[in-house]
């Protein structure tokens, strides 16, 4: 059967789905209906080539699998080469499955295009005990395995953790910072973590690295003597992440920030000077993550970084020498544009998360 | 510097762990900033890096040229090539930020009022930056009779060095460099007396393609193909780039330029090197490069007599294309009457090396062939003994290695394999790597990766002094016989959309042939 749309589904390329799905279905069914859909496809052209990249392991609430799917459906060309999406319906008795093999309807000769493999499971909550046994026979061997559960489901993570090599987690999506941190760490001890908190300070990280890397500049990191982060009045975990990426980075050593009146502050040991922290709520930013960074230095100047129209605005001021403001060019990458950065990430590895994951948790206690 | 720690004076330590490393601030001035190379793929690039947030956080840009444009005029004209040629759509405001502070020179190239205006220009924007010091990148995409002009002017008004300021100059040279070893040779000389080495990028535009730096990756992070890249285990080498469109609008650069100056000379060499080279201590861009070089200097220049015998050239003539009748190159807009420019070059060449020694190195490009491809084809010896010869089959072709550069990238092994059935039936089976179906990632345009990679002062990617004269040793004397007076009527030609002329045959070594394009 040819279908369009679904999971699969890529924005401004007109795609068809090649489907397949069976009521009350077991594993090996479902693992010899992929690949007969597969056959079927390089039968149609031998341009279809099935992609060997990352497998994704989706756990969602049944109710709300399709704003799930919407969401992975605007991720673009990071998408993973097999998807697979447990619907988790509570009182479900058998599982349902359907299996799409998704591809680009037109391939010019000559040319070669990856077709997208998704996997959608109906189970019920008597099946999470046993997850393991329905997902691990339908992954592709030899490619990583991410695993992402955004409705919770940390019993069936748990089951999952023995072929994940990578988990998606999003920080801020856990109404209290300090939970969600230690879920991450607990998570970061026993595979790699992918936070797309930490994803979305990215770019300001990059920016405060760059404003600090001529050589002219680089000893001021050495010198700084404020920090304000503001943020998403939801996004507390990404400014504490970016706090702890600077102090695990610069050696300030971090101590829990207290809660006062506009926000948390606490004043952080650095080598020669302390440094004043402050994460301050912006009620004004409409999407999660930072809305601004301010620093100060020893020598008086103070270097702010706000959200603006074609990228950062930056201002730098200070005694002698009048103030300054130009853009950090850069697209805004919307929530899809983090999503598909964070399956992207799960074939890379970030060697300064973990220090500022436990800097932060540190600043969250 | 540990994460422990308070960083150590000089250094950064907030740029571990980032993909993107920060480049310094700088203004990019562009010479022919309003022609078709920068339209098609400078501006797109700019673009495309400012869309990324990969451009340095304080950059300016600056266009060049005889036209006598308003900065408001360079900026509608950039826009515009920003999308008309960009790989993906613009974000309007990241555009509008980027094209925001543009600012325009007009002048002559050989008139020194035109350098007086750009450094006043550049005088400038670092007064408007102020705490921090401008690097300054001249990126020459005009005629290549203008890069010693534009050098020796830069020299003359002091453009090449920032004094007193701590910021860097470079100077970004398009290809071609030189038209031949002499002209190379007086090219370097001249850019040379004005910037060091150092400050000098010469662009081969392949080097920056992700397949092309990804033979690095291939030979030398595999342990399988170490122990058989030699003479004892390969056979022969083909490098192909056809192309199946003719010359299109660049009749007067090409009709003085030919097949061999336009790709032989440069990227099918720098392929070639590559693939042959030693492995380097590191990826430092004089250790890849001391490397390359050695590859270059053991291949011996043909003497005139041993031209024919080694290098066949074409010429294409009317056929058919796509089903369609094509016009032969002499018919083409702009093409000389009785032209005699090949479309077409083969070259049989030997690495004369420990390693290389009487391996046959066949090199071919040429305009309006059958396909549009690149690849290299690595062709290993046979078995020692075939247990499976079967008179009723045909024989067994060797394995082959095959690395596409495009259209679709990947890397394709040829192996003897069972055929299902009663009887040992051997037949040749393909083992394919798709780059396309092996990473999410889409990869950059090579002119994104270079100009970021001059910006930050990285050469790895640019072609040396040494080695660009190098090249031009092998070619000099194949162009000084094709160019001879008596030689010039003697160009065979091939029917467009063929595999080429039947001429280059007789270049192939006993059991090779080509590959079919």
């Known amino acids: 059967m040819r279908v369009r749309a679904g999971y699969a589904r890529v924005v401004a390329v007109p795609t068809t789905d090649n489907v397949w799905r069976e009521r009350d279905t077991e594993p090996p069914a479902i693992e010899a209906a992929i690949r007969a859909l597969e056959r079927d496809r390089h039968r149609e052209d031998p341009g279809y080539v099935h992609a060997r990249v990352l497998n994704m392991v989706v756990l969602v609430d049944r109710e709300w699998s399709g704003e799930i799917a919407n969401r992975l459906g605007r991720v673009g060309r990071f998408h993973p080469s097999r998807l697979i999406v447990c619907a988790i319906d509570p009182g479900r008795r058998v599982v349902d499955a359907l299996v799409s093999v998704a591809a680009p309807a037109e391939v010019r000769e000559g040319e070669t295009v990856a077709t997208r493999e998704t996997v959608v499971l109906d189970i019920g909550a008597r099946h999470v005990a046993g997850l393991e046994t329905i997902v691990g026979p339908l992954v592709k061997t030899d490619v990583p395995t991410l695993v992402w559960a955004p409705h919770g489901h940390h019993d069936a993570v748990r089951r999952l953790m023995g072929l994940a090599q990578v988990m998606l987690v999003d920080s801020v999506e856990d109404p209290d910072a300090g939970t969600a941190l230690r879920r991450a760490r607990g998570l970061s001890e026993e595979t790699y973590v992918v936070d797309l908190a930490w994803l979305r300070t990215t770019p300001w990280r990059e920016r405060i690295a760059g404003t600090f890397d001529p050589a002219n500049r680089r000893c001021e990191l050495s010198t700084l003597t404020r920090l304000q982060v503001r943020h998403h009045p939801d996004s507390r975990a990404a400014a504490l992440l970016l706090t702890g990426w600077l102090a695990s980075r610069l050696g300030w050593e971090p101590s829990p920030l207290v809660s006062g009146a506009d926000g948390l502050q606490a004043s952080l040991h650095a080598q020669r000077q302390d440094v004043a922290v402050h994460l301050a709520a912006d009620p004004s930013q409409t999407v999660p993550g930072l809305s601004g960074i301010t620093v100060d230095t020893a020598s008086g100047e103070t270097l702010a970084l706000d959200r603006g129209r074609g990228g950062l605005h930056a201002t730098i001021a200070g005694p002698g020498a009048p103030t300054q403001d130009w853009t950090l060019l850069g697209a805004s990458r919307g929530e899809s544009g983090v999503l598909g950065e964070g399956i992207r990430q799960a074939l890379l590895r970030d060697p300064t998360y973990l220090p500022a994951l436990r800097a932060a948790e540190i600043l969250a206690r | ?517």
């Open chain 2, 1 to 517: 510097m540990t994460a422990e720690g308070a960083p150590a004076p000089g250094e950064n330590p907030l740029v571990e762990g980032l993909e993107r490393l920060p480049v310094p601030p700088t203004v990019l001035v562009i010479f022919g900033a309003t022609g078709d190379l920068s339209k098609r793929k400078l501006l797109p690039a700019l673009y495309n890096l400012a869309h990324e947030g990969a451009l340095p956080e304080r950059f300016h840009l600056v266009g060049s040229s005889r036209s006598h444009l308003s900065d408001d005029d360079f900026r509608r004209e950039a826009a515009d090539a920003v999308r008309e040629f960009s790989r993906r759509p613009p974000d309007e405001t990241v555009l509008e930020a980027l094209l925001r502070s543009v600012r325009w020179v007009s002048g002559g190239f050989d008139d020194p009022a035109t350098y007086e205006a750009l450094g006043t220009t550049l005088d400038d924007l670092d007064a408007e930056t102020g705490r921090v010091a401008l690097n300054r990148a001249f990126y020459l995409s005009t005629a290549p009779g203008f890069f010693p002009v534009i050098v020796e002017h830069l020299g003359r008004r002091g453009l090449h060095e920032c004094e007193g300021s701590g910021a860097g100059t470079r100077i970004i040279i398009e290809k071609p460099f030189g038209s031949t070893l002499a002209s190379a040779v007086d090219l370097n000389e001249r850019v040379l007396s004005v910037f060091s080495e150092s400050q000098v990028f010469r662009i081969d535009h392949y080097l920056g393609k992700e397949t092309v730096q990804n033979m690095l990756a291939f030979r030398f992070a595999n342990r399988m193909f170490e122990p058989v890249w030699n003479r004892d285990h390969i056979a022969s080498v083909q490098i192909t780039a056809a192309e199946d469109i003719g010359i299109g609008s660049r009749a007067g650069y090409y009709d003085s330029s030919g097949a061999l100056r336009d790709l032989v000379q440069n990227h099918l060499l720098q392929l070639l090197c590559l693939l042959c080279m030693e492995p380097p201590i590191d990826l430092g861009a004089d250790q890849v490069r001391n490397e390359k070089v050695k590859v270059l200097k053991a291949i011996r220049p043909p003497t005139p007599d041993e031209v024919d015998a080694m290098a066949v050239r074409g010429q294409y003539a009317a056929g058919t294309a796509g089903g369609e009748p094509v016009p032969g190159y002499r018919e083409e807009d702009g093409v000389a009457d009785g032209s005699t420019t090949e479309t077409f070059a083969a070259l049989r060449l030997e690495v004369r090396n420990w390693r290389w020694a009487g391996v046959p190195f066949y090199l071919r490009t040429g305009k309006r062939l059958a396909r549009k491809v690149t690849e290299i084809a690595v062709t290993l010896k046979p078995v020692p003994h075939m247990a499976f010869d079967d008179p009723s089959h045909p024989a067994l072709p060797p394995n082959q290695l095959v690395m596409t550069i495009q259209p679709d990238e990947g890397v394709s092994l040829s192996l003897g394999a069972k055929i299902p059935g009663t009887r040992m039936q051997i037949r040749p089976v393909q083992m394919e790597f798709q780059y396309g179906a092996a990473f999410v990632s889409q990869s950059p345009e090579a002119y994104e990766r270079l100009i970021l990679d001059a910006m930050r002062g990285d050469a790895t990617l640019f072609t040396r002094n040494d080695e660009a004269e190098a090249q031009w040793r092998i070619c000099d004397p194949i162009i000084a016989r094709w160019g001879a007076p008596s030689s010039t009527d003697r160009v065979p030609h091939y029917a467009a959309g063929s595999q080429g002329p039947a001429a280059a045959d007789a270049l192939l070594r006993d059991g090779d042939s080509w590959r079919r394009i």
